[in-house]
């Protein structure tokens, strides 16, 4: 009786051929975004320490690297913030297949940008025999003011934020509602996006950066960002055809009576009410109160390894800022070791509460290593 029901409820989690053509497509396309994301980050990362180095050299000053770095990361998670909240009005009207995808042309389009401002102010491809006087030395970037870093990276973070958030979305397009097969499915993705990561990073840092440098060693992201794009357009809804008119009529209606800067505004006021809640219920309630510590405070104290700790160790421990790139390989190679354990145990394991305890755990024992 019971080897019927796990069968029964097999067949019920196991993919359609159509199903699993979108699965196809959609990590084909997860697989080239990720390395050509780890290769603008990490050149960035490194090209922002080494400029912010270089200019308090030139200007006789004390330096104030990490501080801007901090701030360049800082504020481009918050426009992240941001471009997430654009998803919820564009989602209504169009397939949200459609929505990634223009999403990451816009971002390609934004990681271009600074390349042409390198090229434009003199910068050049680092040259194969490149001999630096000293160790600030870095004669083939362009001749334009550090900052401009700050404010081209922050607003690619709006394009950023909107390709994360609807990736996010877009399992449940592709597969429905079927809670097994969307564990499945988040799992794999995430094997091969940590995976695709790892090999992005490691490649940055040891491969493109230092042939290139790293003022152009993310030449390669527009174009790997363009073909992802194109590659998710072949993706096909879940949704019959029949429903798609019919959400397509009902969204053309509602397009031309609703504004969308209002809804924006909306969104921003919820999305503050919702701060303002969540922290509430999650504070005064013994119940959800380990939430931060197991899952704010972790994935804070994550990012802040890979965007704060990791370039200062390499560029003030190990003297090269691209030494960063492998620790943050390191850091990717971690998850993807995280994603395999759930993929075979969730099964097993099917409460989330076990596998969010135990990252908690791991990562604070890693803090320790570089604070004590």
């Keep these: 009786?019971?080897?019927?029901?796990?069968?029964?409820?097999?067949?019920?989690?196991?993919?359609?051929?159509?199903?699993?053509?979108?699965?196809?497509?959609?990590?084909?396309?997860?697989?080239?975004?990720?390395?050509?994301?780890?290769?603008?980050?990490?050149?960035?990362?490194?090209?922002?320490?080494?400029?912010?180095?270089?200019?308090?050299?030139?200007?006789?000053?004390?330096?104030?690297?990490?501080?801007?770095?901090?701030?360049?990361?800082?504020?481009?998670?918050?426009?992240?913030?941001?471009?997430?909240?654009?998803?919820?009005?564009?989602?209504?009207?169009?397939?949200?297949r459609t929505?990634?995808?223009?999403?990451?042309?816009?971002?390609?389009?934004?990681?271009?940008?600074?390349?042409?401002?390198?090229?434009?102010?003199?910068?050049?491809?680092?040259?194969?025999?490149?001999?630096s006087t000293n160790k600030n030395d870095f004669s083939y970037y362009g001749h334009y003011k550090a900052d401009w870093i700050i404010v081209i990276f922050t607003t690619s973070g709006i394009a950023y934020g909107t390709v994360e958030s609807t990736h996010r979305v877009i399992p449940r397009d592709l597969v429905g509602h079927d809670i097994q097969k969307l564990q499945r499915f988040d799992a794999l993705v995430h094997i091969f996006y940590a995976t695709s990561g790892a090999i992005g990073a490691f490649v940055t840092g040891l491969i493109l950066i230092p042939n290139l440098g790293n003022n152009q060693s993310f030449i390669i992201t527009p174009i790997l960002f363009t073909a992802a794009g194109m590659i998710w357009l072949f993706m096909s809804s879940s949704k019959t055809k029949k429903s798609k008119q019919k959400d397509q009529v009902i969204g053309n209606s509602k397009k031309f009576k609703s504004n969308y800067l209002k809804i924006i505004i909306r969104k921003l006021i919820a999305f503050g009410q919702s701060f303002y809640i969540g922290g509430k219920i999650i504070f005064t309630s013994r119940k959800y109160i380990w939430l931060f510590s197991c899952y704010s405070l972790t994935l804070y104290a994550h990012r802040y390894l890979e965007d704060g700790i990791a370039p200062q160790v390499a560029r003030r421990y190990l003297d090269n800022a691209t030494w960063s790139e492998i620790i943050v390989g390191g850091s990717n190679f971690g998850e993807l070791l995280g994603a395999f354990l759930i993929l075979f145990l969730s099964n097993s394991i099917r409460n989330p509460i076990p596998w969010l305890r135990l990252s908690t755990l791991a990562l604070i024992n890693h803090l320790k290593i570089f604070f004590f």
């Design 99 to 131: 929505i990634l995808s223009i999403a990451i042309f816009i971002f390609a389009l934004f990681t271009a940008m600074l390349i042409i401002l390198d090229v434009a102010t003199g910068g050049y491809i680092k040259p194969k025999n490149f001999n």
């Design 1 to 96: 009786m019971l080897s019927r029901k796990d069968d029964q409820t097999h067949k019920q989690s196991a993919f359609s051929a159509r199903e699993k053509r979108n699965i196809i497509i959609y990590i084909a396309g997860i697989i080239i975004y990720k390395f050509g994301l780890e290769a603008f980050n990490g050149s960035i990362m490194t090209l922002a320490t080494n400029r912010y180095d270089q200019d308090a050299l030139k200007g006789r000053t004390a330096p104030h690297t990490f501080e801007r770095v901090g701030l360049l990361f800082g504020l481009n998670q918050a426009s992240q913030c941001f471009g997430s909240l654009l998803i919820s009005p564009l989602i209504k009207h169009w397939p949200s």
